[in-house]
Structure formats: C-alpha cells, structure tokens
C-alpha cells in the first residue's frame, strides 16, 4: 500500500545565486502541483496518486513491477520519499538534461533559483521554492523551508523571506550565495550569511576601523612597534594600508638560523621581518666601517650595550664598557688564555669611532668574553672604550672567527652600529 510522507524536502538558493537548477520536465510529469490527482481516491483500484505530477500511476511491491522509465520500487518504509508503493525514476533513468528528483522520484529539468518569480508551483498544502539538495548536483523544486533545521547541508541556511535554502556565503561554490558587494555586503564567516558591511571608520563601532579591503570593522592598532590593546604579548602592531594590524613579534633566535635579524625600524616596509644584519644593525655612515659586511656561515653580532663605567689607566676621560652578543654556532676560537675564572676568546675586533667630521679612528681595546653555557651558539663578548668628550661620538664594531689560524678563510660577521655614549 502506498504512503504520502508528509515531509519538509530540503533544500533552496536566494536570488544572489548566479547557477542555474532544476524543476519538473514535461518527460518527467509536468508541473510540480499541475491540476490532477490530489489523492489516491482520485485513481483507479491499483493505481496511486504521485502528488508531485498529479498523475495516478500504478502501484508496486519489488523492482520487477516497475518498467524502464520508473525502474525502482519506493519502499513503504522510506522516510526520504514523497510517496512509497510507486514505481520512481534513478539516476540512470532520467535523460542527459534531467536529474532524478531526490524525493519526488520522478524525472526533472533543473529549476532557476534566481527567477525574479517562483518557478515552482504548490504541492498539496505545501509551497515549493527552488534550491539545492544532499546528493542531487542540481537545484529542483522542494518544500520551502521555515528554518535551518530544514536546509541540506550544502545550502544549510534558510531565506525565511523566500522560503529558500541557500548555500554559506563561504561555502560549495555553486551552491554559495554571493553578497552583493557593490551594495555594501560582506560574507560574515561566523554564519557563513551576507552581512551589510563597512566602507569607513563611521559605520564601526567607537575603537574599531573599517578594512576597506573587505569591509570589515575591527579594532585596528594606532601605536606602531607597541603591543598595546589590541594586541596581544607576543604581537606587535605594524603599519598596513589601508590598515594597521597585530602581527607576532619577530624573534631574532627564529631569524639567527637564516643568519638575519629581526627589522625593529618602525619607518620602514621590512618592519617586524627577518632581514640581513647588516641591513638591521650597518646604518653608520662611516667609509671604514661600512666597507665590512657579513658573509655566510659567519658569526652575527645581536646587540651591543652599556654594561659599565669607570676611570682607568691612561684615559683621560670615562672608560666604557660593552657587551657584544653574537651568535655562532659554528663557534669562536679559543686562545687558551683565562681572565678570572672566564675563557677570553679570540675574536678578531674592529672599532670604529666616528669624530664630528664623519673620519675614523681606533678607540677600543681589550676583546674578552664567554660562550653561554645554556646556548653554546652565544657568546659574550666584552669591550672598553676610552670616552674623551667627542662632540659627535658614534661607533660601529665588527668581528669575525680568524679561521686563518686553522687555515680556513675569515668569517666575517655584520657591522654594527650603535651610540656608546652612556
């Protein structure tokens, strides 16, 4: 005996759907809700109502009762099916421009799911839109929807307006509805539903900017270098157009293996970027010193600060002391000397103090240091300096491995550059 489901058949795309669907064919049964049968009283003793066509059609048990055209029996127990106990189409049943429907079971062409006007009519009780459903690869005429819970997966979303199931914004690309983005729409990722979006800092909330790139409102950083709100502690904020944004913080130990540093000058493009150290810490404008760089597979110099100051010797003024660190995991050569307790290394080391008149002179003296017991790549590497009242004082230092001893060529690490005046 046959059954009429009474069912919530899924599916549906809006009008911002650009692909085309499917409704009943003339082969398949005309119209969806054409005047015929409501009823299997409207039909002769055997024969059963296909609301879906308004036909009477026979009714079956197995397969073997069915013909080539309808060649499945829907079983009474189907939960799927409009109406059971009737003969319905396959997928290898319908002609090339035809799907099988996938609860209706009967043959049709693909319906428009952006008509200006519904191309499906009623079935029953029920009204029908057009949209698309789980395992049919085209849109067709289904019960219209009244809420989610009633949309296939790949159009999840229900068009309460138009009854429609429509696919995430985000989502499979012929089935996704597409925003209107002349219109001020936006995708919202969080609903996968068109959103109206920004075009200036007016339309956000007070603290949020507008990304005129795909007119989100975010709150946007204004302090560039910092990790003030709204970034966070291991973010830093960095220039973009047309907006800021909070990055994570280079790290120099993730640049060091490439031999680069971190690019912490705010004015420029490479801001927050590995980068080569000479780039980073060269910036003097001195002819001997700038004639030095860092070549491959040499030590790089990190950073150079003040550690101490004292008056000492033959220096008329203040004696400066620095501490160098630098990273060389191929490691720095060792003289064999001690200085209390610590392992001087022989780093070759060049100063470069630079007068008010831009020329050089040599002003360092005493290389000294340590290889970090806890990160053998580092070493520390100690300098004095005799800090005379220079009207311009600026120095840059350089050293590298001396390999020459060994009989290897000289690894040169960057040049840098830096004001030792405490």
């Not at 319905?88 to 008509?115: I, K, L, W, Y």
């Not at 989100?216 to 944004?245: K, L």
């Not at 360092?364 to 790549?377: E, I, L, R, V, W």
Request: charged fraction near 20%.
């Amino acid at each position: 005996m046959k059954r009429i489901n009474e069912l919530f058949l899924l599916g549906c795309i809006s009008a911002g759907v650009a692909v085309f669907a499917a409704c009943p064919s003339d082969t398949g049964g005309g119209d969806a809700g054409v005047e015929g049968c409501t009823e299997d009283a409207d039909c002769a003793d055997g024969e059963a109502c296909q609301v879906y066509t308004g036909e009477c059609v026979a009714t079956c048990t197995a397969d073997e009762d069915c013909g080539d055209a309808t060649p499945v029996c829907i079983p009474e127990d189907s939960t799927t099916a409009l109406v059971t106990g009737i003969c319905g189409c396959d997928d290898t049943s319908c002609a090339d421009d035809e799907v099988c429907h996938p609860t209706a079971n009967v043959c049709v062409t693909e319906c428009d799911p952006a008509a200006e006007e519904n191309e499906c009519n009623p079935v029953g009780e029920d009204d029908y839109t057009c949209f698309a459903n789980d395992g049919v690869d085209a849109f067709v005429c289904q019960v219209a929807c009244e809420a989610d819970a009633d949309c296939p997966n790949v159009a999840p979303i229900c068009d309460l307006t138009a009854g429609q199931c429509i696919g995430r914004c985000d989502g499979q690309e012929e089935f996704r509805l597409d925003c209107d983005e002349p219109g001020g729409e936006i995708c919202d990722t969080a609903t996968g539903k068109c959103i109206q979006g920004c075009d200036g800092d007016a339309d956000c909330d007070p603290g949020e900017q507008c990304n005129l790139a795909n007119g989100e409102c975010f709150a946007a950083c204004t302090e560039i270098g910092s990790n003030a709100a709204p970034c966070g502690a291991d973010e830093v904020c960095v220039p973009g157009d047309p907006n800021n944004s909070c990055e994570a913080e280079c790290v120099d130990d993730t640049c060091l293996l490439d031999e680069e540093l971190c690019s912490l000058d705010t004015t420029v493009d490479t801001f927050n970027a590995c980068i080569a150290p000479d780039d980073e810490t060269g910036w003097c404008d001195n002819a001997a010193a700038s004639a030095l760089s860092h070549t491959a597979g040499s030590p790089v110099i990190v950073n150079v600060v003040n550690i101490a100051s004292s008056t000492a010797g033959n220096c008329t003024g203040t004696v400066e002391e620095f501490e160098a660190t630098v990273y060389a995991p191929g490691g720095l050569l060792d003289d064999g000397n001690t200085n209390g307790g610590q392992d001087p290394l022989s780093i070759n080391t060049r100063w470069f103090v630079i007068s008010e008149d831009g020329s050089a002179s040599y002003g360092f003296d005493f290389p000294g240091g340590m290889q970090d017991a806890a990160n053998p790549d580092f070493y520390y590497v100690t300098f004095e300096s005799c800090y005379e009242g220079l009207a311009t004082y600026l120095a840059a230092v350089n050293a590298d491995d001396d390999l020459v001893a060994n009989g290897g060529a000289t690894n040169t690490s960057n040049v840098y550059c830096f004001d030792p005046v405490p």
